[in-house]
């Protein structure tokens, strides 16, 4: 078996080993909180930019971290709130300008959406963000109750009837499509 290299020069082992933890959770789970993002935010580059200020304040705040086992966690609820600050900037501005800024899609983002899976999301998007987030993180990234009220801050009651009053909106709007 292969023995792993020696950390780089002047780099002690506990930080070489840091590095390699933080790098291996980035691979595995950028797609995942990109793919959040983006049902929250509405286009890939904000999307990313979102994960990746998630992934640099983590790397920023690890030797303060008590709990490494619980930092997928933290950087849902870091990616969540990242989106939440795009979404008050964009109502800024849209006040300030007096026009709504949409995001524009890809023509690539376009053709891989199914027309029933736009209709999906753009029903998902008009969800008030309570409901969108909480929809977004129990369907699509499959998060138990307790883990959606860690993200959210809010209690699991609270997840229960947010997920609850936004399936009967999604039903309502996309019957009315049928």
Not at 74 to 99: E, F, K, P, Q
């Amino acid at each position: 078996m292969e023995e792993p290299a020696p950390p780089p020069q002047g780099v002690p082992p506990a930080a070489a080993t840091d590095e390699a933890v933080l790098a291996e959770l980035f691979l595995t789970e950028r797609l995942g909180l990109v793919r959040l993002a983006y049902l929250l935010v509405g286009d890939q580059e904000t999307a990313e930019d979102v994960v990746q200020d998630a992934f640099t304040a983590l790397h920023r705040r690890w030797s303060r971290l008590s709990d490494h086992d619980r930092v997928l966690p933290y950087l849902r609820a870091s990616v969540v709130n990242g989106c939440r600050m795009i979404h008050r900037r964009r109502s800024v501005m849209s006040r300030l300008t007096g026009d709504r800024q949409t995001p524009s899609r890809s023509a690539e983002a376009a053709t891989l959406l199914g027309e029933t899976r736009r209709e999906v999301s753009a029903a998902v998007r008009a969800l008030p963000r309570r409901q969108r987030e909480a929809v977004v993180l129990r369907y699509y990234l499959g998060l138990s109750e307790a883990e959606i009220a860690e993200t959210m801050g809010i209690s699991r009651g609270t997840v229960k009837s947010t997920v609850f009053r936004a399936l009967k909106a999604l039903t309502v709007k996309l019957e009315g499509k049928r």
